[in-house]
């Protein structure tokens, strides 16, 4: 059974148009993930949260926003989709920000057209 | 900077052990060994961490050196399914630590 669960698998949006990426989970872990990774990169972290509390990366540019309105729940906002953000986004879960095991979700691959 | 240097790709043939090396030489007497794996258009996958023992576990063995800068990944029984990406990473289990920061990983591809 899915225990992180990203929707859409695949998105497409047009360049400039705001897209929602979202992410559930059924772990009811404390900290929640988003990775970026481009093709035939590493996943690259985006920013993460413990609980409510948001942490962002220094160099995720400030196009990339996100919101977590409970435990289950994460999004991700992407303002102003440029070309060069198609990618796949990574949600992940751990249950500690200190924990061994982090829980990816199958990923959305979005393409900006 | 990943803190791991891992060959960019493997190949296995299906049934055999596959062995996946992993240098980290600059590892930390805190820092614990990860290993991860991401098959083609899934999210990555956990699979086993240690810190100085060697570690078992249903996916796969870890051997990490005596000195701990280095370390190998074996899946015994290499199948199809196993043909996927493999991530080490060195992580301290502390505050602060809480992403994993992911190198470019070594392709192992099962062959028939």
């Known amino acids: 059974d899915a225990m992180v669960i990203q929707n859409p698998r695949y998105q497409v949006t047009q360049f400039g148009k705001p897209v929602t990426l979202s992410c559930s989970q059924t772990l009811n872990h404390n900290v929640m993930y988003w990775y970026q990774q481009k093709s035939s990169q590493a996943p690259k972290l985006l920013f993460h949260?413990?609980?409510?509390?948001?942490?962002n990366e220094a160099d995720t540019p400030d196009n990339f926003q996100s919101r977590r309105p409970n435990t289950s729940f994460c999004f991700l906002d992407i303002r102003s989709p440029g070309l060069g953000d198609a990618a796949m986004y990574l949600c992940?879960?751990?249950?500690?920000?200190?924990?061994?095991?982090?829980?990816f979700g199958q990923g959305t691959r979005l393409t900006v057209v | 900077d990943a803190k791991t240097t891992q060959p960019p790709s493997m190949d296995c043939a299906e049934g055999r052990a596959a062995n996946l090396p992993c240098n980290h030489s600059?590892?930390?007497?805190?820092?614990?060994v990860y290993w991860y794996r991401q098959i083609h258009s899934q999210g990555p996958q956990y699979i086993i961490h240690?810190?100085?023992n060697n570690e078992t576990n249903e996916m796969a063995s870890l051997i990490i050196t005596e000195d701990r800068k280095s370390s190998t990944l074996i899946l015994p029984h290499a199948t199809l399914r196993d043909t996927a990406v493999y991530y080490c990473?060195?992580?301290?289990?502390?505050?602060?630590?809480?992403?994993?920061?992911f190198g470019k990983g070594t392709k192992l591809s099962v062959i028939p």
């Open positions: 949260y413990y609980d409510k509390d948001f942490n």
């Open positions: 992940a879960t751990s249950r500690e920000r200190v924990a061994t095991e982090a829980f």
């Open positions: 990473i060195v992580r301290e289990p502390g505050a602060g630590s809480y992403q994993l920061t």
């Open positions: 600059t590892i930390s007497g805190n820092e614990y």
């Open positions: 240690g810190l100085k």
